[in-house]
């Protein structure tokens, strides 16, 4: 696969009729029975394309995303933001201390900018809530606003994480069976 311009992904397969799904794409050219199919380099082209069983279809915030903040991303960081960006639902098992915080709050700034998500929902324990989440996003995506929305009145939860924000950290607690 091939990369053109960062605006389209040409590659060889034998059945173009397949890729025909894609609204922006075209054969480009024919050789033997192998075909080369342009597709504009989109996220939901490069969803589509990975669905059809295109291997290593790369996600579009490789190479058309700026990466804010203080700190540049490491390769496996950008692979996991391509990993998150690529799955509508994903988990992310990566070790401590590889940068997961940053590669899902970069994932989740590149969903809102393409329209793609409108705001994001992080629950997490307590005790991580602001020294992981909501200090990590002052140094990651720093043009966003977050809201940390723990508080003991359930009404002053609810108040904090409607705001019109796009980030809002909530807290995550164990579930109590009902006895």
Request: glycine share 6%; aromatic share 8%; hydrophobic share 40%.
């Amino acid at each position: 696969m091939q990369i053109i311009e960062n605006k389209a992904l040409l590659f060889k397969t034998r059945n173009p009729d397949k890729y025909s799904v894609i609204p922006r794409s075209k054969v480009v050219s024919e050789d033997n029975g192998t075909f080369e199919v342009a597709v504009y380099w989109g996220l939901d082209e490069a969803r589509v394309l990975r669905n059809l069983g295109v291997k290593n279809t790369p996600s579009p915030i490789e190479a058309k995303y700026s990466w804010p903040g203080r700190h540049r991303p490491f390769a496996h960081q950008i692979d996991t933001s391509s990993f998150l960006t690529m799955n509508r639902r994903a988990f992310v098992f990566n070790d401590p201390g590889t940068g997961k915080t940053f590669s899902a709050l970069w994932a989740a700034d590149y969903l809102m900018k393409l329209g793609h998500v409108r705001r994001c929902l992080i629950l997490c324990p307590l005790s991580i809530m602001h020294d992981a989440w909501v200090s990590s996003i002052g140094k990651s995506v720093i043009h966003r606003s977050v809201v940390a929305a723990h508080h003991t009145q359930a009404s002053r939860r609810v108040e904090m994480s409607t705001r019109r924000l796009r980030v809002c950290c909530g807290e995550l607690r164990r579930l109590k069976p009902n006895c």
